[in-house]
T-cell receptor, first 115, second 114 residues
Framework: DGGITQSPKYLFRKEGQNVTLSCEQNLNHDAMYWYRQDPGQGLRLIYY???????QKGDIAEGYSVSREKKESFPLTVTSAQKNPTAFYLCASSRGMASPDYEQYFGPGTRLTVT | AQKVTQAQTEISVVEKEDVTLDCVYE???????LFWYKQPPSGELVFLIRRNSFDEQNEISGRYSWNFQKSTSSFNFTITASQVVDSAVYFCALSDYNTDKLIFGTGTRLQVFP
């Protein structure tokens, strides 16, 4: 089955540690995205990548880093510089806005708790 | 600036009632997409509909219907004869055509009671 996998579902870390969230897709999509969801605030874009080896900052990129070395993978690192890292993180992919059937497909999410 | 407003934070209805979720958007783009996504308690976002800015036809899919009106910058979503399984958070989103980004509203939590 084609789709997006995010692992793990729940992640716990101590303050001051970097942590990397995994996102893999087998939909052959060019574009991938990372969102953060906090209660009552909807989804906010952290980073996105429209093609391999290229990515752009979203609205709340500070304290996060990404890489896009393979089309299928778009890992997100939450660094110790992120002041409020506890949140629900969603990864998405799409064929790109130029596609006639454009939509973003979402993974199941990773709930990160930092104490 | 682009913006999506979902003024209804939470709506509670009894099963079989009809319910409308409001979405108002702001954009200067002439070409854009509007979306509705459903987020059940599991957390994953489920795509419901995409509407192109040049297509103002209303759409019906089973118990779901959407009313797109450019004159009022609204894209409202109606569930007819609601069911308990419709309980979820619903997000309206607007595309930024040039950057391939989606701008989400804050969501409306719908609770359908038996």
């Amino acid at each position: 089955d084609g789709g997006i996998t995010q692992s793990p579902k729940y992640l716990f870390r101590k303050e001051g540690q970097n942590v990397t969230l995994s996102c893999e897709q087998n939909l052959n999509h060019d574009a991938m995205y990372w969102y953060r969801q906090d209660p009552g605030q909807g989804l906010r874009l952290i980073y996105y990548s429209q093609i391999v080896n290229d990515f752009q900052k979203g609205d709340i990129a500070e304290g996060y880093s990404v890489s896009r070395e393979k089309k299928e993978s778009f890992p997100l690192t939450v660094t110790s510089a992120q002041k409020n890292p506890t949140a629900f993180y969603l990864c998405a992919s799409s064929r790109g806005m130029a596609s006639p059937d454009y939509e973003q497909y979402f993974g199941p999410g990773t709930r990160l708790t930092v104490t | 600036a682009q913006k999506v407003t979902q003024a209804q934070t939470e709506i509670s209805v009894v099963e079989k009632e009809d319910v409308t979720l409001d979405c108002v958007y702001e954009t200067r783009d002439t070409t854009y997409y509007l979306f509705w996504y459903k987020q059940p308690p599991s957390g994953e976002l489920v795509f419901l509909i995409r509407r192109n800015s040049f297509d103002e036809q209303n759409e019906i899919s089973g118990r779901y219907s959407w009313n797109f009106q450019k004159s009022t910058s609204s894209f409202n979503f109606t569930i007819t004869a609601s069911q308990v399984v419709d309980s979820a958070v619903y997000f309206c989103a607007l595309s930024d055509y040039n950057t391939d980004k989606l701008i989400f509203g804050t969501g409306t939590r719908l609770q359908v009671f038996p």
